[in-house]
């Protein structure tokens, strides 16, 4: 098993920036990849970014590319993301998601997530 926690979120004005950290324990999270996806209200969960378990490879999507930055710091059992220039549609629940296999773009290849933490940005 592998917990997370996701922190960093909260209210912020369209251009501003903020860092999301996903915290894990249990298993040894160096074997696991690990993608961000969010929610919006009365939409479905969307692929944000993913991180291989080495850091050697990230993915973005599209509307991110350019503002959003994935890293992490193993030794810290930890990833972030970091996300600049935020738009009022960058409003949503973001999420972690670790998985042993390929850090894909689908919800469904990943085994753990996390709760979740609200970022708003007003416009």
């Known amino acids: 098993q592998v917990q997370l926690v996701e922190s960093g979120g909260g209210l912020v004005q369209a251009g501003d920036s903020l860092r999301l950290s996903c915290a894990a324990s249990?298993?040894?999270?160096?074997?696991?990849?690990t993608g961000w996806f969010r929610q919006a209200p009365g939409k479905e969960r969307e692929f944000v970014a993913a991180?291989?378990?080495?850091?050697?490879?990230?993915t973005y999507a599209d509307f991110v590319k350019g503002r959003f930055t994935v890293s992490r710091d193993n030794a810290k059992n930890t990833v972030y993301l970091q996300m600049h220039n935020l738009k009022h549609e960058d409003t949503a629940v973001y999420y972690c998601?670790?998985?042993?296999?390929?850090?894909?773009?689908?919800?469904?290849?990943?085994?753990?997530w996390g709760q979740g933490t609200q970022v708003t940005v007003s416009s």
């Open positions: 249990g298993r040894t999270f160096t074997w696991y990849g």
């Open positions: 998601a670790a998985t042993r296999g390929a850090t894909t773009g689908e919800a469904n290849d990943y085994d753990y």
């Open positions: 991180i291989s378990w080495s850091g050697g490879s990230t």
